[in-house]
């Protein structure tokens, strides 16, 4: 399994897969996740608090940058990452890592109470990472990790990794994709709005292609008939997001940051044809992820900005009207919008 940083993370059930903030996988991390179609309400995203990004939480604000507030409270050496608005904006969905126990997935009301743990704490082997909603605001998708590893030149790979649906209270669980032993990390899926379709990030392990490329793929809601819509050398991922029309599919590509190629913000649709560049940045700029506005003409996306670190921007849909909504000294990315 690698990390958006580019180095390679062993995960294994003897240290409980909690190795991120150990290991600085945290440091780019930067997942967006599905968007509901409704009005723009606030941005929810991750801001770490501290330079040495060992610690995240949840903040939300408005979409002109006012209104900020901190909505998780993690303990010390603790990120919460990846948050997701439920479809009605009553509720967010985020992981949390440590490195002394695996990642788990929370919800958290946005005004910072009712937070719930749904991973189960009997689950001690495995790793859940990445949830999102489904459009009916009842059951969340995330990617579970767990068994032994196996070792190669620079990294590790795990046994098992799962695309798990559950319902809010932790239960009800449904394997719906499961990669091959060894073989690939299935991340970041997302269902379409219409709950027909997910779409989810195959990264091919190096015991499958040593370049360990990643692809988009869409598949039904039951996991069935996947179809690889990018193809492997744009090395796309980072958390696509389904436009709220279900028409089209938001990503970036060359994700790794070791690339030598720019990362561009491109939507293609679902089955895999019109790809679309959104953004055209100049070598060595920094973009992390996006996600679609709830009224599908704006998107909002993490790139370089006070300082150098990471901060939330929006822009119009055909990559104009570029504007700064957060401006901290501190790494602000990971953004979701959500409905009104």
């Not at 990390?3 to 991120?20: E, N």
């Not at 499961?178 to 190096?206: C, I, K, T, W």
């Not at 100049?282 to 006070?306: C, H, K, M, Q, W």
Request: hydrophobic share 35%; glycine share 10%; net charge positive.
């Amino acid at each position: 399994m690698k990390s958006k940083s580019g180095r390679s993370v062993g995960i294994t059930a003897a240290t409980l897969l909690g190795v991120l903030a150990a290991t600085g996988i945290g440091a780019l991390v930067s997942d967006a996740t599905a968007t509901s179609p409704g009005d723009n309400g606030r941005i929810a995203f991750r801001r770490y608090l501290d330079a040495d990004r060992s610690r995240g939480a949840i903040f939300v604000a408005n979409a002109d940058g006012t209104g900020a507030r901190q909505v998780s409270r993690p303990p010390r050496g603790t990120i919460d990452d990846f948050p997701d608005w439920s479809p009605n904006g009553s509720l967010l969905v985020f992981q949390r890592c440590s490195g002394s126990a695996p990642c788990a997935v929370f919800t958290i009301r946005p005004d910072g109470r009712r937070l719930k743990r749904l991973s189960s704490t009997a689950e001690l082997l495995s790793h859940e990472n990445g949830p999102s909603f489904l459009p009916d605001g009842q059951r969340i998708v995330f990617t579970r990790a767990s068994g032994g590893v196996r070792s190669y030149p620079g990294g590790d790979q795990v046994k098992h990794s799962d695309l798990v649906v559950m319902d809010l209270n932790g239960k009800n669980r449904r394997v719906i994709l499961r990669a091959p032993l060894y073989q690939a990390d299935y991340e970041h899926s997302m269902f379409a709005p219409n709950g027909a379709r997910l779409v989810y990030e195959h990264r091919r392990s190096h015991f499958a292609d040593r370049q360990t490329r990643r692809a988009l793929v869409v598949a039904t809601a039951a996991g069935r008939r996947p179809q690889r819509i990018t193809p492997w050398n744009l090395n796309a991922g980072d958390g696509a997001d389904w436009s709220p029309d279900g028409s089209r599919i938001l990503f970036r590509s060359h994700e790794d940051e070791d690339e030598r190629t720019q990362s561009q913000l491109m939507t293609v649709r679902p089955d895999g044809t019109d790809l679309r560049k959104v953004t055209d940045l100049p070598e060595g700029t920094l973009l992390l992820s996006a996600s679609f506005s709830p009224d599908g003409n704006r998107i909002v996306y993490g790139a370089a900005g006070t300082n150098g670190n990471a901060d939330v921007f929006v822009m119009r849909v055909d990559g104009s009207d570029v504007r700064q909504v957060t401006q901290t000294a501190l790494w602000d990315s990971a953004p979701d919008w959500g409905p009104k």
